[in-house]
């Protein structure tokens, strides 16, 4: 038994070399220190802001200078103290998002692939329905019927990812399933779940890991967008899709107020892209089947 | 004589695999519709407590919230109320918009237009160049050109849609240059197609999402073409590179390519929300956002349904045209 299956030593630690394998490849440190970068922002902001966030300080769109680095925003409040301090929600509820994503469509997906018959068709179908919608649609769907409360937010954007995951995760655990290790443990009467906690799932960290690069990237595109919108924290409090769109009015007289923002959403987004990426390559390998994979995932959004 | 016709009909749909499966697709589709509108109806009776009061909010006097709860049909059991949206929607009988109201019809129709025309022309812009930059790409495959493109439409890939909007807006409207306006009002009872400047920038905007995409996704499905067996034996042959990619790749590759431009237009349904909202652009996406901040349900709805019902028939449409375009596909399994 200890020698058919990997050493738990080995198992714990594939995550581990492969987050160490994508760091040290170009594209992921690149993505890394672009991401690191944003986080640190957001990260110091939580802690310190040279100013009240929320206090009147300023005339309203006030130029930058010396003094006031990045100026004012429309109504006049420090921008540098709302930027630091309008980005750790956002790497919250993201996270939170993602992490309730995959792992509800991963235990999805591998559920179906594992049982089969007609659990899977259940399961799928049910997901078929949940695809029809875009990942905004849904979530405004939702926080439009109850309110946008942030929790609300979080179980939305996560939901959205629910069936894509699931798809791509099925696909995988369906090979799994069917490979004689697992067929020897059945044959032993070891019950399903343990199964697919105990086999199946340990040989799922690879494109477990690549999953929860990806989501993290379309969680965070989902998050400030509604924020942009107005479904996200609520005014007077800073968040960088808030303050995108609050200060579009003034882009003519201070546009850092607007530009700053958005830059850290798209480096915050780039960095966990390139990163993912980075990651898909270290646990799949050549150019050509990354790219493929890639053409999976997206394929997985439409037809049967 | 009825046996036989049975018997007769059966061989006809074996021999004609495609229209089997057409029926199959459709058929499927049009279930997927029904469970989503069920999806839609479900999550509007999410709203806790009293919907009209929840609607009209706490200063609002009892009779407007009796008023509103006979309107929206509070009274009778869930099954009835659903009934009653779902037998609405094919003959455009949608109800009154709670924000205004106006039939919700009358509201969304010059909206579902200008949206179309956004489409349409963004997605159709951003499939050519895409498609042509990604093929481009893959005969290159490895090249310096290829390298840095690649990392480009990574990069560009991940920045959300209002982020590319907002700097769209800086750079032709309002910092930088002053070429286009940033801002797309029409005048009431006109549609976008009479106003076509006011369509530069948002389909700009949406161009630039979608050449990334379109580009990784042709690149994928080209390099997978150039490597395949018979495309080496046709080189082996020695048959010219041109004719190889034209007779052997190019026909093998239009099923994937078909599959792309279905997928880019699924991808527009999600990323009109936010560019329209950007500019102000009367569609329904910035349609969906207004409802949505005036808790407008039927609007929501019916907004959420249409997305929904576009979603199942380009999927439709793009896997019957994949299937009739790919002889391999059209032997039934």
């Given at each position: 038994m200890t020698a058919a299956t990997p050493s738990k030593q080995l198992r714990r630690h594939e995550w581990l070399t492969l987050l160490q394998r994508a760091a040290v490849s170009r594209r992921g440190t690149v993505g890394l220190s672009l991401a690191g970068f944003v986080v640190l922002v957001a990260v110091v902001g939580a802690i310190w802001?040279?100013?009240?966030?929320?206090?009147?300080?300023?005339?309203?769109?006030q130029k930058p200078s010396v003094q006031v680095l990045l100026g004012g925003d429309y109504l006049g409040r420090d921008v540098l103290s709302r930027v630091l301090a309008g980005g750790w929600v956002l790497l919250v509820m993201a996270v939170a998002a993602t992490v309730i994503g995959v792992s509800l469509g991963a235990f999805q997906g591998i559920e179906a692939a594992y049982l089969g018959g007609r659990t899977d068709t259940m399961i799928m179908r049910g997901m078929d329905v949940f695809l029809a919608f875009p990942a905004i649609v849904l979530a405004l769907l939702i926080v439009g019927t109850v309110g946008p409360k942030l929790w609300l937010i979080v179980l939305a954007v996560g939901l959205g990812h629910v069936p894509q995951v699931a798809r791509v995760m099925r696909a995988t655990a369906l090979d799994i399933a069917e490979r004689d290790y697992v067929k020897a443990v059945e044959l032993q009467g070891v019950k399903p779940t343990r199964i697919i906690t105990g086999e199946i799932l340990p040989n799922l960290v690879s494109p477990l890991m690549v999953e929860l690069g990806l989501r993290l990237t379309y969680s965070i595109v989902v998050i400030a967008g509604l924020s942009f919108l107005g479904f996200g924290q609520q005014p007077p409090a800073p968040s960088w899709g808030n303050m995108i769109s609050e200060n579009r009015i003034g882009l003519q007289t201070n546009p850092w107020a607007v530009v700053v923002p958005a830059a850290l959403i798209a480096l915050l987004a780039i960095g966990t892209n390139l990163f993912a990426d980075a990651v898909a390559r270290a646990a799949i390998g050549a150019d050509r089947e990354v790219e493929q994979a890639f053409v999976r995932t997206e394929a997985a959004k439409a037809s049967q | 004589m009825i046996a036989r016709a049975g018997t007769r009909r059966r061989a006809y749909v074996r021999a004609h695999p495609i229209a089997s499966l057409v029926a199959g697709r459709t058929g499927q589709g049009i279930i997927t519709l029904l469970l989503v509108s069920l999806v839609v109806f479900a999550a509007t009776q999410l709203?806790?407590?009293?919907a009209a009061r929840a609607i009209l909010g706490f200063s609002a006097t009892p009779q407007r919230i009796h008023a509103l709860e006979l309107e929206l049909g509070l009274y009778r059991g869930w099954w009835s109320q659903y009934w009653g949206w779902l037998s609405g929607l094919p003959v455009g009988r949608l109800g009154t918009s709670l924000?205004?109201?106006?039939p919700v019809w009358r509201l969304v129709e010059p909206r579902l237009l200008n949206s179309a025309v956004l489409v349409v022309v963004s997605g159709l812009t951003g499939c050519v160049l895409g498609i042509a930059l990604g093929a481009v790409a893959a005969l290159r495959h490895g090249s310096l050109l290829d390298n840095s493109m690649t990392v480009g439409a990574l990069a560009v890939l991940a920045v959300p849609e209002f982020v590319v909007a907002i700097g769209v807006v800086i750079l032709f409207s309002t910092v930088v240059f002053h070429l286009f306006p940033g801002v797309s009002l029409l005048t009431p009872?006109?549609?976008?197609l009479q106003a076509p400047r006011l369509l530069v920038l948002p389909a700009l905007s949406l161009v630039i999402v979608t050449i990334p995409y379109v580009y990784r996704m042709t690149r994928a499905a080209t390099l997978e073409a150039l490597e395949s067996p018979y495309v080496e034996m046709a080189r082996l042959k020695g048959v010219p590179r041109w004719r190889v990619l034209v007779q052997h790749a190019l026909p093998n590759a239009l099923p994937p390519t078909i599959q792309v431009v279905g997928l880019t237009f699924l991808r527009l349904a999600g990323g009109i929300v936010l560019v329209e909202e950007v500019f102000d652009f009367p569609g329904i996406g910035q349609g969906l956002v207004n409802a949505v901040t005036d808790r407008d349900i039927p609007v929501i709805q019916f907004i959420v349904i249409a997305l929904a019902a576009f979603y199942v028939v380009v999927n439709i449409t793009t896997d019957v045209l994949a299937l009739l375009c790919s002889p391999r596909r059209r032997i039934p399994a």
């Open positions: 802001t040279p100013d009240s966030p929320t206090a009147f300080l300023y005339e309203p769109l | 709203l806790p407590g009293n924000a205004n109201s106006e009872g006109e549609n976008i």
